[in-house]
Every structure is written in C-alpha cells, then in structure tokens.
C-alpha cells in the first residue's frame, strides 16, 4: 500500500522496518479500528505518535 511522505508515521519512533517483511510496521498494538485508520492513512492525530527525532530535546533546550 502506498503511502503519503506527509503522514505521522513517518517520524513516529513506533514505525519501524521490519527486514524479514521488508516494509515499514507500527509497533503498536492496534485495535480494529485504529488499523483502519492506519491503513487507509487517517491518523494525522495518533495517540501513540512518540517522536523518532532523537534532536527535538536538544533544540528545545537551545
């Protein structure tokens, strides 16, 4: 499935690439209906989104 470069998941530290499957994977245990969300791309707001940047405390700090 495609998916937006602009999407959450993109940055999100739960969003990681599974090298036996070879794509992308969230982490997170999903029920049904946010596996839907995160299929059909429509979790612009998650709430399991964790920042994968590992600079976002040193450029708050500065």
Known sequence: MR???DMICDTCANY???E???YYVC???LDEDEMMRFLSGNN???????SGDE???VRHQM
């Open 55 to 57: 600079y976002l405390v």
């Open 16 to 18: 990681t690439y599974d």
């Open 27 to 29: 982490e997170v245990d």
């Open 3 to 5: 998916r937006s470069k």
């Open 44 to 50: 612009q707001e998650c709430p399991y989104y964790q």
């Open 20 to 22: 036996d499957y070879e």
